[in-house]
């Protein structure tokens, strides 16, 4: 091939249209990609979390849905001073600067508190260690009760006045009362004296 025929095809249309459609082509697809970019994360968009804490689950979803974010319940509490299905905490809170389409996760109110299992704590520990423990586990507890006994040792916990067994499951705080040995063994022995004076009196 000869150098002028070179330039000629060099300088040809085609070869320059070609050229041009190309750089369009490119040009269209960077542009298209852009804007579907801003699209899809809504570049510049920003949406306020609405508050829901405190309104039932389905008005809670409809207003987070009303604001064009979306919904989902992903734990559950307890608050006694609150009826069940209403809307403990969210995440995220309310105010909060979001583009439309978040997910916004929310903790309900169970209609009943938790559980907890009763560790072993009747016959396996004094009362010092026993009120620890349970204070400990979010139980409250009222006034100890003495029985005839090893002074200061557990011998049953109770919950509404029934035997608490370990391995139960109880409501998590409920008031408890710890069953203790008063100590007073000689006492007991001048009553058992007496009752056993009155049968051979019999």
Known sequence: MSIS???KKLTAPILW???LAMVLISVAICFA???LM?????????IAVPDVTGKFEASAVYEIEQHGLEALVVDSGYN????????????????SEVKSGRMVFLTINSSSAPTVIMPDIADNCSLREAQARLEGM????????YILGDKDWVLEVKCHGMPVMKGDRVA??????IVVGSGNE??????LDVEEEYILTL
């Open 17 to 19: 249209g070609n050229i």
């Open 33 to 35: 990609a852009w804007q």
């Open 138 to 145: 979010g139980f409250k507890l009222g006034e100890v009760e």
């Open 80 to 95: 006694k001073n609150l009826p069940p299905g209403t809307i403990l905490e969210q995440n995220p809170s309310a105010g």
């Open 186 to 191: 000689e006492d007991n022995a001048d009553s």
């Open 172 to 177: 998590s705080g409920s008031t408890l009362t």
């Open 5 to 7: 025929d070179f330039r």
């Open 38 to 46: 801003d699209d899809y994360t809504h570049h510049g968009e920003h």
